[in-house]
């Protein structure tokens, strides 16, 4: 078993960060359907991740944050092997009061990238993250200290996992374009 942390994302992790998100959701079926070109197009599959984790780590984007899981590999060589980013607008909301308005790098990136080969643009980008082989309960932590739920979509065969951490499944939601035969069913979860 190597030795691991959790930490705050950087700038400077910008790269290992968009690898591991992108070899995580190769099998995530979400993720196919939004970049069903991802394979033939992956230059510009990994350049507007990029931009996308780009602008999740920078200063200017307050209302998230990205936490890395690091494993020791070597003594003292640390790589990333799982990522999360959260969504915790909900401080500035304090903070600011009604009027506020979340910024939003999910937005921001979108309005780049009408020309990206491996995306869909008939559906709506949604940022999918996973905590592989890790039980950390930073952001459940987080969560309780706040006094705020979190909530997210997960594929119904992780649901399993969550629950075990302490989510809870409110329902199912199916995704299905018009006119396809294909669709996506994921569990919506709250904790």
Known sequence: MYPSRVRL??????DLVTNVLIMAMEDNQ???YQFPHSAT?????????RDLVRRFLSTAY???????LEI????GEWDIVAVSVWDVSYVNKRIHGRGYRPNSPLNDARQFGYGRGDADHKHVTTFLAAEQESNQRWGMDMADRDGVVITFNAN???????????????GQQVIQAPDEEEAVVVDCLAY
């Open 30 to 32: 979400c993720w196919q």
């Open 72 to 75: 020791e590999v070597e003594a």
């Open 62 to 68: 307050d209302d998230w944050i990205v936490m890395v």
């Open 156 to 170: 119904p065969q992780s649901t399993p996992h969550y629950e075990r951490l302490g989510f809870g499944k409110m």
């Open 9 to 14: 994302a950087e700038a400077r992790d910008v």
């Open 41 to 49: 197009h992956y230059e510009d599959h990994w350049n507007y991740t």
